[in-house]
């Protein structure tokens, strides 16, 4: 089975902070996600890898960037949190073009 | 991209079968219909997708109409864990070598005993 895992279920920043969130699959997938997903809005695409190195902005890039340096590792980094960006994060792959994508648990984030 | 349309709620007993209805008019013949599934507070979980013909899986089926403007996810035996929002999603190619989902606000289905 495709395992995606999520470095943290919850977390709490402060405004302001740093923040980096991890996602890792065991697959050898080549297509990597990072989505938000909020109360009425449902999941929105934030960045997507297709490659190691390789990254293209989804519909709501602003205030992120995403960083793959190893084909089984994306992750999603926060420059400077805001209290807008207090969400769930959700990472999926998919082995290639097209093919169904497999997502994490989620991390939940909190910033204050 | 084509847009889906799916009711916000629906209620299956448990055992019955569970007909999630989709509506994708303006869909273009390239266009895969893909059904997800989210269970509360956990990620989607990928149920079954289909071009043109039926398809059938061990978790469900899936009815897609001849002219391809609506589909049917049919669970045929629902159970409790079956209650979740279930997306229905047509594929759009995003450029880049790779394709992107959008997710709705999908229907929840709520299995009752």
């Known amino acids: 089975d495709v395992k995606v895992t999520q470095s943290s279920r919850y977390l709490v920043k402060r405004t302001g902070e740093k923040v980096f969130l991890e996602c890792v699959q065991d697959?050898?997938?080549?297509?990597m996600f990072w989505y938000r997903q909020d109360p009425g809005l449902g999941l929105r695409l934030i960045y997507f890898s297709y490659d190691v190195k390789m990254k293209e902005k989804g519909d709501i890039p602003e205030g992120y960037s995403v960083s793959r340096e190893k084909k089984e590792r994306f992750s999603l980094i926060l420059e400077s949190a805001s209290t807008n960006q207090t969400s769930m994060y959700l990472c999926?792959?998919?082995?290639?073009?097209?093919?169904?994508?497999?997502f994490g648990p989620g991390t939940r984030l909190t910033v204050l | 991209d084509a847009k889906t349309t799916q009711p916000p709620s629906m209620d299956c007993a448990e055992g019955r079968a569970a007909n999630l209805p989709c509506n994708h008019s303006?869909?273009?013949?390239?266009?895969?219909v893909y059904w997800y599934r989210q269970i509360h507070s956990q990620g989607p979980q990928y149920i079954i997708h289909g071009l043109k013909n039926n398809e059938t899986n061990e978790m469900a089926s899936l009815i897609i109409t001849e002219d391809r403007k609506s589909s049917t996810l049919i669970l045929p035996h629902a159970t409790l864990r079956d209650t979740a929002v279930y997306y229905c999603?047509?594929?759009?190619?995003?450029?880049?070598?790779?394709?992107?989902?959008?997710f709705g606000k999908g229907t929840k289905l709520s299995v009752i005993p």
């Open positions: 697959m050898d997938h080549e297509n």
């Open positions: 999603i047509v594929r759009a190619y995003s450029g880049a070598g790779s394709y992107q989902l959008t």
């Open positions: 303006t869909i273009s013949g390239n266009e895969y």
């Open positions: 999926a792959s998919s082995l290639r073009s097209g093919n169904e994508q497999f």
